[in-house]
């Protein structure tokens, strides 16, 4: 990718972010038709492992390295809110038939100019595994829990209650599972280590991505692998 290319990726994803931000159905509607042109090209197998949500997903360019043999498919979208997985689940879930989903989405709900309560991204939460299971009613859905992260510290509490809430309610089904990366991430200090990020400090680095295998893929490969 050009450098070019990579300053209009991150111009994209700033407007979309703020259009998201102010609950516009389609603020992600380029990078969907993106994905849609690209399978148009090269359609994907069935029965992949899809990865959906924020740009925690998007950034991670060796996913299906790391993942592997697992056969992944990665759909994170820019700097996407639990809306708009909802809104997206009919375009970048459904379609492809995955054998499981693995989520990571609400970080971007609870930060600023207008955060989310912790209520609301449970009910985000909600309301896309209501959208998964009415087409794939049998399939594994793992979340993985929102990440400390130095540049939104301050929410943390919030974070921690979302997390909380979503935890708690995947206990109550065998087929809803929650991934913590939390221990994994924070320094001796226990606040986020900032070696783990990129210069945003909402972002992992090649190092923080790391952390996240070595967190998600055990779990992955004992239930599907």
């Known amino acids: 990718m ?5 300053i209009k990726n991150g111009f994209d ?18 990078s969907i038709r993106a994905f849609e042109t690209q399978d148009r090209r090269q359609p994907p197998a069935s ?22 043999p697992l056969p992944v498919l990665n759909r994170g979208f820019g700097g996407a ?17 995955p054998s499981a989903v693995v989520l990571f989405v609400g970080t971007n709900d609870i930060a600023w100019p207008r955060p989310s309560t912790a209520q609301q991204v449970y009910a985000g939460y909600l ?14 859905i793992y979340y993985v829990g929102i990440t400390p992260v130095p540049s939104r510290w301050k ?20 087929a809803l599972r929650f991934i913590d990366l ?16 990129r210069f945003d400090g909402i972002h992992p680095n090649a190092k923080g991505y790391v952390r996240w295998t070595a967190a998600i893929k055990p779990v992955l490969t004992a239930d599907l692998g």
Not at 2 to 6: A, G, N, V
């Open 127 to 140: 309301e896309i595994v209501r959208c998964i299971r009415l087409r794939l009613p049998e399939i594994p």
């Open 155 to 174: 929410y943390w509490p919030t974070v921690q209650e979302a997390n909380r809430l979503i935890r708690e309610h995947t206990q109550s089904d065998p």
């Open 182 to 197: 939390t221990d994994s991430l924070l320094g001796p200090d226990g606040k986020p280590d900032r070696s783990l990020y």
């Open 2 to 6: 050009s450098f070019l290319q990579k």
């Open 13 to 30: 994803m700033y407007l979309g972010g703020i259009r998201s931000t102010w609950n516009d159905p389609n603020a992600w509607e380029a």
């Open 47 to 68: 029965g992949l492992i899809l990865f959906a949500g924020s740009s925690s997903f998007t950034f991670w360019s060796t996913l299906e390295k790391d993942m592997a």
């Open 81 to 97: 809110r639990v809306q708009d997985v909802v809104h997206y689940a009919g375009r970048v879930i459904l379609p492809y038939r």
